[in-house]
């Protein structure tokens, strides 16, 4: 049973590697809506890489709490969450970002010779992801909160992208594909996961409304909004759990 973390652990760094090799293999396509036609970064494939996400965000939850649980954690089963988490959370969006990049040149008239300089922005995600974590990694310990987005909750906000793109909900997957706002996204995610923002842990140590109701409420709000915004439901969590965590003080806790 000792080993259990680890092997958890383990199953999210086997995800992660399964969702880059079904994000390598998409391919850009025509996609219509509406009567407007425009490329779609990737087909099945794409659906299931963002599905291996999801999954290793699955086992990165459990590793924690089932060592825990067993009060088995160490510091090898620490440095290995943090390299599962920078190949799950880290690489594998980028490689989300690299191929709608890719897919965004494509509509242009110089699409073949777009240069690999302009699609290597998207592996920002994973360089400042693994500043994240080496940061956490020896940074003093704190009880309610983390300084600066966690890297599992950016790769799962990036994970949701290839299901926008494909849906299209409000226009807003057609929107994404503008190489400069890919950028942007790039950029303003790469410096939330570095910077001096506190937000709120998904932890609980007891049961009480009044200490976490910001948990509460982050947790009520985001299971109402997916059958109403369904793909966009990963984007208005994500902003919500930022929004909440400005109101929220750690010294509650």
Request: with cysteine.
């Amino acid at each position: 049973m000792k080993h259990l973390p680890n092997i958890l652990t383990l199953a999210n760094l086997f995800c992660g590697c399964v969702a880059i090799a079904f994000i390598l293999n998409s391919q850009p396509f025509v996609n219509e809506v509406n009567g407007e036609q425009y490329w779609v970064s990737g087909t099945t494939q794409a659906y299931y890489g963002s599905l291996f996400i999801f999954m290793a965000a699955v086992f990165d939850l459990f590793d924690g709490m089932v060592a825990r649980w067993l009060g088995v954690q160490s510091p090898i089963g620490k440095d290995l969450d943090s390299l599962a988490d920078v190949v799950s959370f880290g690489v594998a969006p980028s490689m989300i970002i690299f191929k709608m990049l890719w897919a965004a040149y494509m509509a242009k008239p110089h699409a073949m010779d777009v240069s690999m300089i302009a699609l290597a922005p998207a592996f920002l995600l994973a360089c400042f992801g693994a500043l994240r974590l080496a940061r956490f990694n020896n940074s003093v310990p704190t009880t309610g909160h983390f300084t600066g987005v966690p890297i599992p909750a950016i790769g799962l906000l990036v994970a949701s992208f290839p299901l926008i793109n494909w849906y299209n909900p409000l226009g807003i997957g057609l929107r994404m594909q503008n190489e400069w706002i890919l950028y942007a996204i790039v950029v303003v995610l790469s410096w939330l996961m570095i910077s001096p923002i506190k937000l709120f842990t998904l932890k609980f140590h007891s049961f009480s409304i009044k200490k976490y109701w910001a948990q509460v409420l982050w947790l009520v709000l985001t299971l109402v909004s997916i059958p109403f915004l369904k793909t966009l439901s990963v984007p208005f969590s994500f902003l919500l759990y930022i929004i909440l965590s400005f109101a929220y003080k750690p010294s509650e806790q």
